[in-house]
């Protein structure tokens, strides 16, 4: 692995369907600004860190920055990633009269037909491996049939047992229970097992990411470690609550929901505590960063894809970036000279 200024750089992109929408336009904001400062406007966020980590939405995007053209070279700038929500968002989270009936809502079946998803990573992605990735890179997943976590990585891709379409790969990192159904995915070797999102165990892939870029490179110190930590956004003014009295008859069913929301909340609130308290402790607060926009227009569901969110989502970010431009462009230029 390559590094720039000595620094070894992660960029780690949490889960949050259609909400991906909010570090898409950050990273096509700060992608912009590199271009500006290096004088190249062919050139590539990813080009400037050395892993990438991303779990359901941020591993498509992650996917996304580093899947390469003809040439070996990042095939789609961050405003193209972006475009993958803001243009095909609505297809993607689309619902037909029949499958809300059959679903009762998603309450008896997944909520969403793969059929459209599947599609796009086909348009994105193509035959491209997880071997042919620009970058090194690690995309979370976990095998309900081995009950265990999985990272799929370039590194490891090497052997062929290993080794995946990324199309695959995109369809086990997003397949969020009761939204889509579990991907049945087949290494190039054939090895076949079922997955669902990796944002299970980790929405927030950074402390993931840290251990994976430690053990790939043996850095022996923090100090020579900068992340920049992606999320999809928050709504802290209309977050869900729940009372005692709501709460404390729930079976199953009344669970299902309320507790995947919970669960992908609080472990990205955890590593980003955790990763405080690390790089605090080594006096390296300026090489850990966590962009989390609050939503002040846009619906937090994560499959509310319709043409009004998604305006809604962009006006999020967009607000963000502009009150933030000091935090930014001081990013861009750690990104830059490290």
């Given at each position: 692995?390559?590094?720039?200024?000595?620094?070894?750089?992660?960029?780690?992109?949490?889960?949050?369907?259609?909400?991906?929408?909010?570090?898409?336009?950050?990273?096509?904001?700060?992608?912009?600004?590199?271009?500006?400062?290096?004088?190249?406007?062919?050139?590539?966020?990813?080009?400037?860190?050395?892993?990438?980590?991303?779990?359901?939405?941020?591993?498509?995007?992650?996917?996304?920055?580093?899947?390469?053209?003809?040439?070996?070279?990042?095939?789609?700038?961050?405003?193209?990633?972006?475009?993958?929500?803001?243009?095909?968002?609505?297809?993607?989270?689309?619902?037909?009269?029949?499958?809300?009936?059959?679903?009762?809502?998603?309450?008896?079946?997944?909520?969403?037909?793969?059929?459209?998803?599947?599609?796009?990573?086909?348009?994105?992605?193509?035959?491209?491996?997880?071997?042919?990735?620009?970058?090194?890179?690690?995309?979370?997943?976990?095998?309900?049939?081995?009950?265990?976590?999985?990272?799929?990585?370039?590194?490891?891709?090497?052997?062929?047992?290993?080794d995946f379409l990324i199309t695959d790969v995109a369809r086990a990192t997003s397949a969020a229970?009761?939204?889509?159904?579990?991907?049945?995915?087949?290494?190039?070797?054939?090895?076949?097992?079922?997955?669902?999102?990796?944002?299970?165990?980790?929405?927030?892939?950074?402390?993931?990411?840290?251990?994976?870029?430690?053990?790939?490179?043996?850095?022996?110190?923090?100090?020579?470690?900068?992340?920049?930590?992606?999320?999809?956004?928050?709504?802290?003014?209309?977050?869900?609550?729940?009372?005692?009295?709501?709460?404390?008859?729930?079976?199953?069913?009344?669970?299902?929901?309320?507790?995947?929301?919970?669960?992908?909340?609080?472990?990205?609130?955890?590593?980003?505590?955790?990763?405080?308290?690390?790089?605090?402790?080594?006096?390296?607060?300026?090489?850990?960063?966590?962009?989390?926009?609050?939503?002040?227009?846009?619906?937090?569901?994560?499959?509310?894809?319709?043409?009004?969110?998604?305006?809604?989502?962009?006006?999020?970010?967009?607000?963000?970036?502009?009150?933030?431009?000091?935090?930014?462009?001081?990013?861009?230029?750690?990104?830059?000279?490290?």
């Amino acid at each position: 692995m390559e590094t720039k200024n000595g620094l070894v750089k992660i960029l780690s992109i949490d889960g949050g369907g259609i909400r991906g929408i909010i570090p898409g336009t950050i990273l096509k904001y700060l992608e912009e600004k590199i271009q500006e400062k290096t004088g190249n406007s062919e050139t590539r966020i990813s080009d400037y860190f050395d892993l990438l980590a991303g779990t359901s939405t941020g591993g498509i995007l992650t996917l996304a920055l580093i899947c390469p053209n003809e040439q070996g070279k990042a095939k789609y700038s961050a405003k193209k990633a972006v475009g993958f929500y803001i243009d095909r968002g609505t297809e993607i989270f689309s619902v037909s009269t029949r499958k809300k009936i059959t679903s009762l809502g998603g309450l008896i079946d997944e909520k969403y037909s793969v059929g459209n998803l599947e599609k796009v990573f086909e348009e994105y992605f193509g035959k491209t491996k997880l071997s042919e990735l620009t970058k090194p890179c690690l995309i979370t997943s976990y095998d309900i049939k081995n009950r265990k976590e999985v990272f799929f990585n370039k590194t490891d891709a090497k052997n062929p047992d290993r080794d995946f379409l990324i199309t695959d790969v995109a369809r086990a990192t997003s397949a969020a229970p009761t939204y889509f159904e579990p991907a049945h995915i087949h290494s190039l070797k054939g090895i076949a097992n079922p997955m669902i999102d990796g944002g299970v165990f980790a929405n927030n892939p950074a402390m993931c990411a840290l251990v994976e870029v430690t053990k790939l490179e043996k850095v022996p110190s923090l100090n020579d470690i900068f992340i920049l930590s992606l999320g999809t956004g928050e709504d802290k003014k209309n977050k869900k609550t729940f009372s005692f009295d709501e709460a404390k008859d729930w079976g199953q069913i009344g669970w299902v929901r309320p507790i995947i929301d919970i669960m992908m909340d609080a472990n990205s609130e955890t590593v980003d505590y955790q990763l405080n308290k690390i790089f605090e402790s080594t006096g390296g607060t300026d090489r850990y960063y966590r962009l989390q926009p609050e939503l002040e227009n846009a619906d937090p569901d994560m499959g509310n894809a319709s043409k009004k969110n998604i305006k809604a989502l962009v006006k999020d970010a967009l607000e963000y970036i502009e009150v933030n431009k000091d935090k930014l462009d001081k990013i861009v230029k750690l990104i830059i000279t490290g």
